[in-house]
């Protein structure tokens, strides 16, 4: 059974820093690239970050350098850190796990974590 577990949401307040964590189970994680997607309040859903199973990185360019993604393969996550917050981040925050071959692709959704920042 393929699992995606969000953890690390919460309160913050402007200018503070989260770490978001993802924990994969079910599939071949080394194999997959893993992203960050984040839907506001009225909004719709956009990538954050996204790391291949290469290491080769991608960054949202609203994200202004404050974000880093990051996976541990012998654990099967993949980490979001968070730092200078602001209101405008407030979002669920979605994991993601992609794979793609000539002819096949196959993707997975965590179920999200609320990250809200608000004084």
């Known amino acids: 059974q393929v699992q995606l577990v969000e953890s690390g949401g919460g309160l913050v307040q402007p200018g503070g820093s989260l770490r978001l964590s993802c924990a994969a189970s079910g599939f071949t994680f080394s194999f997959y690239a893993m992203s960050w997607y984040r839907q506001g309040p009225g909004k719709e859903r956009e990538l954050v970050a996204r790391i291949t199973n290469a290491g080769t990185i991608n960054y949202a360019d609203f994200m202004k350098g404050r974000f880093t993604i990051s996976r541990d393969n012998a654990k099967n996550t993949v980490y979001l850190q968070m730092n200078s917050l602001n209101p405008e981040d407030t979002a669920v925050y979605y994991c993601?796990?992609?794979?793609?071959?000539?002819?096949?692709?196959?993707?997975?959704w965590g179920q999200g974590t609320q990250v809200t920042v608000s004084s």
């Open positions: 993601n796990a992609e794979y793609s071959w000539p002819g096949y692709e196959q993707d997975y």
